[in-house]
């Protein structure tokens, strides 16, 4: 490519939705495509935000108690068997080993899809009394489900998550316990993907297999379709059940334990692109982004620039400023569209005038907007604008959604709501069928249960209302 010419052109993001997001993952060099169908390759950058992802989360989890431990890749096919309704629900997304080593296995094992049943079967040899209660552990895994359509970040075939497994001694501190985890989901992507969700209960069809009660988060994408962006599950005693997780209470009797499990993946990049991208390309929030600040020199030549932009560096990275410096030959406008094309939150522009008036440029990815700022405070200014990008991309997108989501009192309301981008609040009677009929009528689903009683009737049948219900089409 020419140093003079500027990056490639990607899809216009309001007329080619899906080819805009397929355009910046590979562009920007998130991901490429792995040599098996449905597979990617999270190269560098793409994995610098997970790795972001990875320690704000991760401190969060130790935070409330939790432990990281690791478990095998490969279950013994009859583990997922044990619980009827865990294996029905996964039966059609399991990859399953029958040779190894040349030979054929005496017993089929699964490529895990989750772990519920390996950690189960560990759970049942470590916990005795209820003095070992109650065990809280995450692991930081990959997992395989053999997806039929598959998209980079949002639906592979294998891809990166992380997954909490706990036990309780009862039903009532397992349930806590899941809503707990729900609440810091919710306040990390919030803080640290400025990224509104809605949270709540999911519908029995909706729910994960084998849980008593799932509750999910689900975030507004800039088509207006919903993406599950985590859930957290209330598995009551039937895990415990199946694998044998019994502790010896204080009254002298065994009890079954009462577990629970949640998780968010790699699926949160793809959140943060879609939620917060634009016709340049990726916006990042600060807390995630590989690179936060970037210097650009301008008349890189002239003397006492690369000085000037080299010490600037060096004091952003002191006071803990992800930051890069871009001493390539490209033309500076070449440069302003690459790393405006991969979100970098805060441009510093630094030439021969600028050290003359002890100033530099601060262009901000999220509005464009760009001032002049004193080059002996800039590392102060930088950090400001970091707080303040955060804090402004979460208000607009809060906004975009709070404006996209409307009220249905019919079917076609409901099918007019979705097919203009939003979310639809709609009263529902908690029947499987009435659900089932929205689907059918409209290719929207059962996002999340509102938490407030409704005087709604069920938009289906008429009958009066159980429940309001967040309906969209979702990825």
């Not at 899809?11 to 991901?31: C, E, G, M, N, S």
């Not at 502790?247 to 998780?263: A, E, N, P, Q, V």
């Not at 008036?357 to 080059?375: H, I, N, Q, S, V």
């Not at 208000?395 to 203009?420: P, T």
Request: proline share 4%; glycine share 8%.
């Amino acid at each position: 490519m020419a140093k003079d010419n500027f990056v490639e052109q990607i899809a216009d993001i309001d007329t080619d939705f899906p080819q805009w997001y397929t355009d910046v993952v590979l562009k920007t060099k998130l991901v490429d495509y792995g040599p098996v169908k449905g597979t990617m390759v999270i190269r560098p950058y793409g994995y610098a935000i997970w790795e972001n992802i990875q320690r704000e989360l991760d401190k969060r989890f130790k935070a409330s108690g939790h432990e990281n431990a690791y478990f095998p890749l490969l279950i013994p096919m009859s583990f997922m068997t044990k619980e009827a309704e865990h294996v029905e629900g996964f039966a059609p997304e399991v990859a399953v080993v029958t040779h190894a080593g040349g030979e054929k296995l005496a017993e089929p094992l699964c490529v895990r899809p989750t772990s519920e049943t390996i950690i189960g079967s560990m759970y049942s040899k470590w916990i005795q009394s209820y003095r070992d209660l109650p065990v809280k552990m995450n692991q930081w895994a990959n997992v395989m489900r053999w997806e039929k359509t598959t998209r980079p970040f949002l639906r592979t075939s294998e891809f990166l998550w992380q997954e909490g497994h706990t036990v309780h001694a009862t039903g009532e501190e397992a349930m806590e316990h899941t809503l707990r985890m729900l609440h810091i989901y919710g306040e990390f992507a919030r803080s640290c993907l400025a990224m509104p969700v809605l949270t709540g209960r999911k519908t029995e069809k909706e729910k994960f297999a084998g849980a008593v009660a799932t509750f999910g988060m689900e975030a507004m994408m800039h088509d207006g379709k919903s993406l599950q962006a985590g859930t957290t599950h209330y598995l009551g005693q039937n895990f415990a059940k199946a694998f044998d997780i019994k502790f010896l209470d204080r009254d002298g009797t065994l009890k079954y334990g009462y577990t629970t499990s949640f998780g968010v993946s790699t699926r949160l990049i793809g959140a943060i692109i879609m939620t917060h991208g634009d016709r340049r390309g990726l916006v990042l929030p600060p807390v995630v982004a590989p690179v936060q600040a970037v210097i650009v020199p301008i008349a890189s030549k002239k003397e006492g620039v690369p000085e000037a932009c080299r010490a600037l560096k060096e004091k952003l990275e002191t006071a803990g400023v992800r930051v890069a410096l871009d001493e390539s030959e490209n033309s500076p406008g070449w440069k302003f569209n690459e790393w405006e094309m991969k979100g970098v939150p805060v441009r510093i522009e630094l030439g021969p005038r600028d050290l003359e008036a002890g100033k530099c440029l601060m262009a901000r990815r999220d509005t464009l907007e760009k001032g002049e700022y004193a080059l002996d405070s800039a590392v102060e200014s930088v950090q400001k604008l970091l707080g303040e990008i955060s804090e402004n991309m979460y208000n607009a997108a809060k906004a975009r959604m709070d404006s996209r989501i409307v009220r249905a009192n019919s079917l076609d309301e409901l099918l007019a709501g979705v097919e203009g981008g939003n979310f639809v609040r709609a009263g529902w009677c908690g029947c499987r069928e009435c659900e089932d009929k929205v689907k059918e009528f409209a290719q929207a689903t059962a996002r999340v249960m509102e938490d407030e009683n409704t005087s709604d009737t069920c938009i289906v049948c008429g009958k009066k209302a159980e429940k309001t219900v967040i309906f969209a089409r979702a990825y």
